[in-house]
């Protein structure tokens, strides 16, 4: 896979990702937060489980501790997300969530202990201006425990991309990426046990919001990431998670029939110039070397 494809592939990952946001609006009317991330991830992985049986049959056992962190690392992430939408808005722990986008570069440079790349920090700040224009819209901080909450899960979030970059070039991204799955179907259903009285979905609407979000957002969304991380750098994905809000907002558009306002517009403009900015700098690099 080349990296352009992995790109592509990472911004396909990211696209079936956002759409969890009006699938999980619908079942959770009805079930439980843990309830719901339950039944999704570990339907997810005995799908997942059927399809790759063979390879599963034959995983080096790295792949499942790799799968195993991942997973605990996601869902720790999700916990901390939850958790803060109690107290906090919507557009707020967006906005928050998304500074993972700075965090990545940061942690990488002290890892390395150097300096961060001057082209990846401008990407990464055009990046989370235009996720301020696509979330907060007038939104306030007050740094409530909310808001510290929503930090704790961006900081993980960074983690999360940062590992996953790591593991997927030392092992199989598809088998780390189902192991992955299957690791946060199986926190989320004690914790479900912990906290809520979990139960199946019942009726037509709970059971297709569920399997959408296990078919579509999950088996597809969380799985291959790691195998287009594979062919990636974690700063690149980072930065390509910017485009979960625009996603989240055409969507909210078109089947939410939310206004187009020009503030919109702009972030959304933000974003994309982003993701350009590393691209000319590579044109660039490669025009002095001819």
């Known amino acids: 896979m080349s990296r352009r494809q992995a790109e592509l592939l990472l911004a396909a990952v990211i696209l079936t990702r956002s759409t969890g946001y009006l699938f999980s609006k619908a079942g959770l009317d009805s079930l439980g937060v843990f ?39 996601f869902f720790a992430v999700m916990t901390f997300e939850l958790t803060a939408l109690k107290t906090t808005d919507t557009s707020t722990t967006s906005f928050l969530e998304n500074t993972a986008i700075i965090f990545v ?18 990407s990464g700040a055009a990046a989370l201006e235009g996720v301020a224009l696509l979330t907060l819209r007038g939104s306030a901080f007050g740094f409530t425990t909310g808001e510290l909450y929503c930090l704790c899960a961006a ?64 088996c597809f969304g969380f799985t291959f990431q790691p195998v287009a991380q594979a062919h990636t750098g974690s700063e690149t994905a980072g930065l390509f998670c910017a485009l979960n809000p625009v996603f989240a907002s055409v969507l909210g558009v078109v089947f939410l029939s939310e ?31 001819l």
């Open 35 to 73: 309830n719901l991330l339950a039944v999704r991830f570990l339907l997810a992985f005995l799908l997942l489980a059927i399809i790759f049986f063979k390879k599963l049959r034959t995983i080096d056992p790295r792949d499942i501790l790799r799968g195993a962190i991942v997973g605990v690392v």
């Open 105 to 122: 570069p940061l942690i990488e440079a002290l890892l390395a202990r150097r300096a961060p790349d001057k082209v990846t920090l401008i």
């Open 155 to 218: 900081v993980l979030y960074a983690i999360a991309i940062i590992i996953t970059d790591r593991f997927s070039r030392r092992g199989d991204g598809l088998m780390i990426g189902i192991m992955q799955v299957g690791f946060i179907g199986i926190l989320a259903l004690a914790a479900s046990f912990i906290f809520e009285a979990p139960r199946l979905p019942s009726g037509g609407a709970e059971w297709g919001s569920v399997l959408a979000l296990a078919i579509v957002c999950t």
């Open 259 to 289: 206004p187009v306002t020009l503030t919109c517009v702009c972030g959304a403009c933000l974003i994309l110039m982003s993701l350009l900015i590393p691209q000319l700098r590579g044109i660039s690099e490669h025009s002095k070397c």
